[in-house]
C-alpha cells in the first residue's frame, strides 16, 4: 500500500513537471526559454551518466567527449550539408558512437579509480583536439553563427526561442522514453546483473566485455545526440562547453538525483545548472568552489537516495584483513 502511494506521488509530481515544461515558453521570457533549452541539452547528457554510472556501474567523467563530437558534427553538417534536424540528430547519435566505441579497448577492462581517470583523460583530449582542430572546430573561438535548422522536410525553420526549446523538449522526450524502454528488456536486465556481480555473471556464460561496450557506445550516442541539441539551442559551439566543470556538474546532478535514475539524473542536472548560475551572480568567482563542496556533500551524504550505489570493482583497493597472531606458549622460566 505505502509502495502504491509513493508510485502514485511520483507520476504526479512527473506530470506536473512535464505540464511546466510544457508551458514554460508562454510563461517566462526568451532569456530563460534558451537556458531551459540548454538546460534539457546537458540533462540528456546526464541520462547517458547515468545509464553508465548508475545502471552499468561504470563510473565515467569522459561523456563530454562524445558530447562535443556530436554537438561539432552536427554544426558542420548544419552548416555545409543539410538543415534537417532529423538528419543532425543522426549524424550527431553516430559521431558520439563512433567516438565511444574508438574508446571502448581503454574502458572495458578498467574498473574504479582506473576508469574514472581514463574517462576523465579522454575528455580532456576531447576539448584539446578540438580547440587545436581550427580548420574545422574553429579553434577555442568556436563555431558561431550556425544557420538555423528545421525539423523535418519541408517544415519551418526554428527561427526563435520558443521554437528551439519546444523541438529539444520533444527530442529528449522521445530519447528518454527509448532509453527507459530499453532499460526493461533484457539488455537492461544483463545490465545490473553485471553491475551487482560481474563475475557470477560471468560463470553464468554471458559475455559481460560485450555488454560493456554495448553500453558504452550507446551512452555515446545519446550524448552525442544532446551535442545536437545543444547547437539548435545557442546556434554556437566552443571548447568552454565541454570542460572539466561541465563533467563534474554531470556527475554531480546524477549523484544527486540518483545514479541509477533516468528522470533523476535530468531533475539533478536541472538542479546543478539552476544552482550553478543563481551562484555566478551571487558570489562571482566562487560557484566552482561552492559546488565542489556540493558534489562532496552529495557523494557523502546522498549516495542514491541513502544507499552506496554498486560500481563494478572497487573505487578504493580493499585493504586485506590482518590476522591474528598466534598464541605463542611463554617462555621457560617466565611466570604467567
Same mark, same amino acid.
Given at each position: 500500500?505505502?509502495?502504491?502511494?509513493?508510485?502514485?506521488?511520483?507520476?504526479?509530481?512527473?506530470?506536473?513537471?512535464?505540464?511546466?515544461?510544457?508551458?514554460?515558453?508562454?510563461?517566462?521570457?526568451?532569456?530563460?526559454?534558451?537556458?531551459?533549452?540548454?538546460?534539457?541539452?546537458?540533462?540528456?547528457?546526464?541520462?547517458?551518466?547515468?545509464?553508465?554510472?548508475?545502471?552499468?556501474?561504470?563510473?565515467?567523467?569522459?561523456?563530454?567527449?562524445?558530447?562535443?563530437?556530436?554537438?561539432?558534427?552536427?554544426?558542420?553538417?548544419?552548416?555545409?550539408?543539410?538543415?534537417?534536424?532529423?538528419?543532425?540528430? $543522426? +549524424?550527431?547519435? #553516430? &559521431? !558520439? *558512437?563512433?567516438?565511444? %566505441?574508438?574508446?571502448?579497448?581503454? =574502458? /572495458?577492462?578498467?574498473?574504479? @579509480?582506473?576508469?574514472?581517470?581514463?574517462?576523465?583523460?579522454?575528455?580532456?583530449?576531447?576539448?584539446?583536439?578540438?580547440?587545436?582542430?581550427?580548420?574545422?572546430?574553429?579553434?577555442?573561438?568556436?563555431?558561431?553563427?550556425?544557420?538555423?535548422?528545421?525539423?523535418?522536410?519541408?517544415?519551418?525553420?526554428?527561427?526563435?526561442?520558443?521554437?528551439?526549446?519546444?523541438?529539444?523538449?520533444?527530442?529528449?522526450?522521445?530519447?528518454?522514453?527509448?532509453?527507459?524502454?530499453?532499460?526493461?528488456?533484457?539488455?537492461?536486465?544483463?545490465?545490473?546483473?553485471?553491475?551487482?556481480?560481474?563475475?557470477?555473471?560471468?560463470?553464468?556464460?554471458?559475455?559481460?566485455?560485450?555488454?560493456?561496450? $554495448? +553500453?558504452?557506445? #550507446? &551512452? !555515446? *550516442?545519446?550524448?552525442? %545526440?544532446?551535442?545536437?541539441?545543444? =547547437? /539548435?539551442?545557442?546556434?554556437? @559551439?566552443?571548447?568552454?562547453?565541454?570542460?572539466?566543470?561541465?563533467?563534474?556538474?554531470?556527475?554531480?546532478?546524477?549523484?544527486?538525483?540518483?545514479?541509477?535514475?533516468?528522470?533523476?539524473?535530468?531533475?539533478?542536472?536541472?538542479?546543478?545548472?539552476?544552482?550553478?548560475?543563481?551562484?555566478?551572480?551571487?558570489?562571482?568567482?566562487?560557484?566552482?568552489?561552492?559546488?565542489?563542496?556540493?558534489?562532496?556533500?552529495?557523494?557523502?551524504?546522498?549516495?542514491?537516495?541513502?544507499?552506496?550505489?554498486?560500481?563494478?570493482?572497487?573505487?578504493?583497493?580493499?585493504?586485506?584483513?590482518?590476522?591474528?597472531?598466534?598464541?605463542?606458549?611463554?617462555?621457560?622460566?617466565?611466570?604467567?
Amino acid at each position: 500500500m505505502r509502495q502504491g502511494a509513493v508510485r502514485a506521488l511520483r507520476r504526479g509530481v512527473a506530470a506536473v513537471v512535464v505540464a511546466a515544461l510544457v508551458l514554460a515558453p508562454w510563461t517566462v521570457d526568451d532569456y530563460t526559454v534558451a537556458l531551459l533549452a540548454r538546460t534539457l541539452a546537458l540533462g540528456l547528457v546526464a541520462v547517458s551518466v547515468a545509464l553508465l554510472t548508475g545502471v552499468a556501474g561504470l563510473p565515467t567523467l569522459g561523456q563530454t567527449a562524445p558530447y562535443a563530437a556530436g554537438a561539432y558534427a552536427s554544426a558542420v553538417v548544419g552548416s555545409h550539408l543539410s538543415d534537417v534536424g532529423l538528419v543532425h540528430l $543522426g +549524424v550527431a547519435a #553516430a &559521431a !558520439g *558512437a563512433a567516438l565511444a %566505441a574508438v574508446t571502448v579497448p581503454l =574502458v /572495458v577492462s578498467a574498473r574504479g @579509480v582506473a576508469l574514472l581517470m581514463i574517462t576523465l583523460a579522454v575528455g580532456e583530449l576531447a576539448v584539446t583536439v578540438v580547440g587545436r582542430w581550427r580548420s574545422v572546430t574553429g579553434g577555442t573561438d568556436g563555431l558561431a553563427g550556425v544557420a538555423a535548422s528545421r525539423p523535418l522536410w519541408g517544415m519551418p525553420l526554428l527561427g526563435t526561442d520558443r521554437a528551439r526549446y519546444l523541438y529539444t523538449l520533444v527530442v529528449v522526450a522521445v530519447l528518454v522514453s527509448v532509453v527507459l524502454l530499453v532499460l526493461r528488456t533484457r539488455a537492461g536486465l544483463l545490465l545490473r546483473a553485471g553491475r551487482d556481480d560481474e563475475a557470477r555473471l560471468r560463470a553464468s556464460g554471458h559475455r559481460a566485455p560485450v555488454h560493456v561496450a $554495448g +553500453v558504452h557506445v #550507446a &551512452a !555515446g *550516442a545519446v550524448a552525442g %545526440a544532446a551535442g545536437s541539441l545543444l =547547437v /539548435v539551442a545557442q546556434q554556437f @559551439v566552443s571548447p568552454a562547453d565541454f570542460g572539466f566543470d561541465t563533467s563534474a556538474l554531470l556527475l554531480l546532478g546524477v549523484v544527486i538525483g540518483g545514479t541509477a535514475s533516468v528522470g533523476g539524473a535530468l531533475a539533478g542536472a536541472a538542479l546543478v545548472v539552476a544552482a550553478r548560475d543563481w551562484l555566478f551572480g551571487v558570489l562571482p568567482g566562487q560557484a566552482p568552489l561552492v559546488l565542489g563542496l556540493a558534489f562532496v556533500a552529495a557523494a557523502y551524504l546522498l549516495p542514491d537516495g541513502g544507499r552506496r550505489p554498486a560500481v563494478r570493482g572497487r573505487l578504493v583497493p580493499a585493504v586485506p584483513a590482518r590476522r591474528p597472531a598466534p598464541d605463542r606458549p611463554a617462555p621457560t622460566g617466565v611466570r604467567a
